[in-house]
């Protein structure tokens, strides 16, 4: 049993896109941080030991008793949920990704559906989501000859507090200029559909292969419960935002765990100090717990949802 609150101390990841500019919620680095990670198998966590190892030795009284792990090990981890955050100076590659059928038989790990929440956008800075209008596979195979590809996708420009759901399949890219949290199933796997000719992998037959061909609803519509405002739930996550000043208790939940992201504020969790830029865990074992906020704060919650018939 593990009663008290976990924080997942985060892993860095270098890209060409990445950024030297990652306040507040992260010191300066003189190398081009693109991505940090906090709940890979892999991340290490305030118990010395890593999340991985937790899950082997905790099993249910950790994750829940409504919460299955992957089978076998995908490319990041069998703990379901991966929150990292990104920052981009570069626009990432035209980019898409397998659902769970595909990506279990041509991958051996889980597809990937994700989440974007907005955290900072400079002037001008854009998403792409799926496609202008519905097209072919035909229509797409040619316009990667050149670069029109750009042309068939939707962008829009983003903004701070906006958040968009990335259902599997969906072709998708970040642009330059962007702090994203980025909520997701444990999975890296990615396909590359285009990469503005930089010298790296293309996965275009597998890319097509996976493609959802239509327009993509656009930046997600909060939905008001309890706490704070819904901002996606699917199979594999559901996600909530609040904002909040002084205390608040709650406690785990046997049946799943929680992740707490804090993007604004400080204060303390289960009497041990927070700040923004942190990820905790609550397991599903945990006792009553306070937050006490000693500024106001912006916190995700995202969790793995019951089953809905």
């Not at 819904?230 to 992740?259: I, K, V, Y």
């Not at 006490?292 to 089953?307: D, G, I, N, Q």
Request: proline share 6%; glycine share 10%; net charge negative.
């Amino acid at each position: 049993m593990i009663s008290k609150p976990i924080q997942l101390l985060p892993s860095r990841h270098l890209k060409v896109w990445g950024s030297t500019d990652l306040a507040p919620w992260f010191d300066a680095n003189e190398e081009q941080i693109g991505e940090y990670w906090f709940s890979a198998d892999g991340n290490q966590t305030s118990l010395g030991k890593t999340l991985g190892d937790l899950v082997d030795t905790y099993g249910a009284a950790l994750v829940g008793s409504d919460v299955k792990l992957a089978e076998s090990k995908g490319s990041s981890g069998r703990f379901p949920i991966l929150v990292k955050f990104l920052f981009t100076t570069g626009d990432l590659s035209v980019q898409v990704h397998p659902d769970n059928e595909y990506g279990w038989k041509h991958e051996n790990s889980p597809g990937k559906t994700e989440m974007w929440y907005v955290l900072r956008a400079d002037p001008g800075a854009r998403i792409a989501l799926g496609f202008k209008e519905t097209v072919g596979r035909a229509e797409v195979s040619k316009a990667l000859e050149s670069e029109a590809i750009i042309d068939l996708l939707c962008w829009v420009e983003a903004q701070p507090g906006q958040s968009y759901f990335v259902k599997a399949g969906t072709v998708h890219a970040l642009g330059r200029g962007l702090a994203v949290c980025e909520i997701q199933q444990n999975s890296d796997v990615t396909y590359r559909l285009y990469d503005y000719g930089r010298p790296r992998e293309l996965h275009v037959e597998k890319s097509l292969a996976v493609a959802d061909p239509n327009p993509h609803p656009g930046a997600s519509k909060p939905e008001k419960t309890q706490n704070g405002v819904r901002l996606a739930t699917c199979a594999f996550f559901e996600t909530e935002l609040t904002h909040f000043m002084g205390d608040r208790t709650a406690t785990g939940d046997p049946s799943r765990f929680q992740l707490l992201i804090f993007t604004r504020g400080k204060g303390r969790i289960g009497g041990m100090p927070f700040q923004l830029g942190e990820c905790w865990l609550i397991p599903a074992s945990c006792d009553p717990y306070t937050i006490e906020a000693s500024e106001p704060v912006e916190m995700l919650k995202t969790f793995v949802p019951p089953v809905r018939n």
